[in-house]
């Protein structure tokens, strides 16, 4: 059972408008998400993060949205450039369960056209 | 500083021998996870230490095992290969274990192929 679930294996945009990428979640225990990149041959870059008594959180270009009552969560990117394009995981976690352990989707395919 | 280092980056191994993959976390960081990534999975949690000790196991065979280090540098090591191992393993480290929450910082990864 998937309990983090990106359901557009990918997603193509022109450069310079708004990149939405998608993430739900079922696990009501999940109260930290995060975002990373990844380019083939290389691991997983942090991008943003977001607590659950948040629903909203922004660093530069990327801003993170959380609806709680909807279970879903967003990336977005604005704007958008080509150097973007890669692989986007959405990753949760639950802070009460004693250790550190990121549940991930399986991921979204972001392709920026120049 | 140093990011996440993992050796080596690539492997070939032969059905029935077994592996062992090295981590060296972010310095000052304690804790060290390891995820399998395959194209049909996805990132799946292996397990997880902390000083010297494992917090935490993902659903895998007992023929996937770990350790950690008191300089916290972690090893993981897959007994009895099998085809199915052939993924891309990943070592992850955080400054603190457990409810902390910080983002966890990833290695390039061991590019395992088993044939």
């Known amino acids: 059972d998937q309990q983090v679930k990106q359901n557009s294996p990918s997603l193509s945009v022109q450069e310079g408008r708004i990149s939405i990428l998608n993430c739900d979640y079922t696990?009501?225990?999940?109260?930290?998400f995060l975002w990373y990149k990844k380019y083939p041959a290389e691991g997983p870059t942090f991008l943003i993060s977001?607590?659950?008594?948040?629903d909203k959180n922004e660093d530069g270009r990327f801003t993170v949205f959380l609806n709680k009552s909807a279970k879903h969560l967003s990336l977005h990117i604005v704007p958008s450039q080509p150097g973007d394009s890669a692989v986007y995981f959405c990753a949760a976690k639950d802070s009460g369960a004693g250790s550190y352990q990121l549940t991930f989707g399986k991921g979204t395919k972001l392709s920026v056209i120049p | 500083k140093a990011g996440v280092t993992q050796t080596p980056r690539y492997l070939i191994k032969t059905r029935g021998q077994q592996v062992t993959l090295s981590c060296s976390p972010i310095?000052?960081?304690?804790?060290v996870s390891w995820y399998q990534q395959t194209p049909g999975q996805g990132l799946q949690f292996l397990f997880e230490?902390?000083?010297?000790?494992?917090?935490n196991k993902g659903n895998f065979p007992g023929r996937f095992s770990g350790r950690q280090f008191s300089n916290s540098r972690s090893e993981m090591n897959v007994s009895t290969l099998e085809l199915g191992d052939s993924a891309l393993y990943l070592c992850a480290s955080s400054p603190r274990q457990g409810s902390e929450n910080s983002p966890l910082h990833f290695g390039n990864g061991t590019r395992l192929t088993v044939t």
């Open positions: 230490y902390f000083s010297e000790t494992q917090r």
């Open positions: 310095s000052g960081h304690r804790s």
């Open positions: 696990n009501s225990m999940f109260d930290y």
């Open positions: 977001i607590s659950s008594i948040k």
